[in-house]
């Protein structure tokens, strides 16, 4: 049986919302930016600034937009769970971050060990060399960045499309852990168990990977 009917468009004012959405999605409108003002994005879109004020009151419900009186309204997160998340008590106290951090990428690196392909090994070893490096340098912005890559590049070895939307949707909680817990000089147990992760899962040790990557976690959570 086959249902059959009008197809109704979106009200505006979701459309709108939408391709505000798209806008912060595709980094157009990235994270920590202020977007433009009502007057500007209702002459641009062509729409009552009545319908843009309701999009944007849309979005900021969800987490995505953070308006601030006498300010404006930024950009708080790229998708919905990250945007309830960073607005949340939760996302400030780091332990369950952490706790979930490990769930994700034991998960990750046990799935890696048994698909990473040689490219994806490749890509660990270039962002713990990046990581190194900006340790050596004392640069904290490139060594964050360097580890969030490392991190993601665990789940993306993994092979599982699911597994890495998921960790890419509490991304910016993962993120802020990581920059919340860099400290100079680095934990030698920290860092060689990203090493171990590597060499867990170049050598397709599933145990290995897991282990390695809750014993990360451990000392990340010792050296807080």
């Known amino acids: 049986m ?6 109704r468009q979106a009200p505006l004012v979701m459309q709108v919302a939408e391709q ?32 843009v004020r ?31 998340l ?22 990750a690196a046990r799935l890696a060990a048994r698909h990473a392909t ?6 660990l070893d270039a962002a713990l060399a990046a990581r190194a490096a900006a340790h050596e340098a004392r640069d904290r912005a490139g060594y ?9 590049g665990v789940v993306v070895a993994s092979g599982n ?4 939307r998921l960790y890419d949707a509490v991304a910016g909680a993962i993120h802020q852990s990581i920059e919340d817990t860099a400290v100079f000089p680095e934990d030698p147990a ?17 145990d290995g990977a897991v282990a390695a990557s809750y014993r990360l976690i451990d000392g990340v959570k010792g050296s807080m």
């Open 86 to 107: 960073v607005r949340d008590e939760v996302a400030a106290a780091l332990t369950p971050v952490l706790d979930v951090r490990a769930g994700l990428e034991a998960a």
């Open 54 to 84: 309701e999009a944007l009151r849309a979005l900021s419900v969800t987490g995505l937009l953070d308006p601030r009186i006498g300010d404006g309204t930024y950009v708080r997160a790229t998708d919905e769970i990250t945007g309830v």
């Open 2 to 7: 086959s249902l059959r009917g009008p197809v």
């Open 190 to 206: 920290v860092r060689d168990a990203h090493a171990a992760i590597v060499q867990a899962i170049r050598d397709r040790d599933a």
């Open 118 to 123: 040689p490219g994806a090994v490749a890509d």
């Open 20 to 51: 505000f959405r798209t806008l912060i999605r595709s980094g157009s409108w990235p994270v920590g930016q202020k977007i433009p003002g009502e007057h500007q994005l209702a002459e641009e879109l062509g729409v009552s600034r009545g319908t």
């Open 144 to 152: 964050v960045a360097a580890d969030a890559d490392f991190h993601r």
């Open 161 to 164: 499309p699911l597994l890495l």
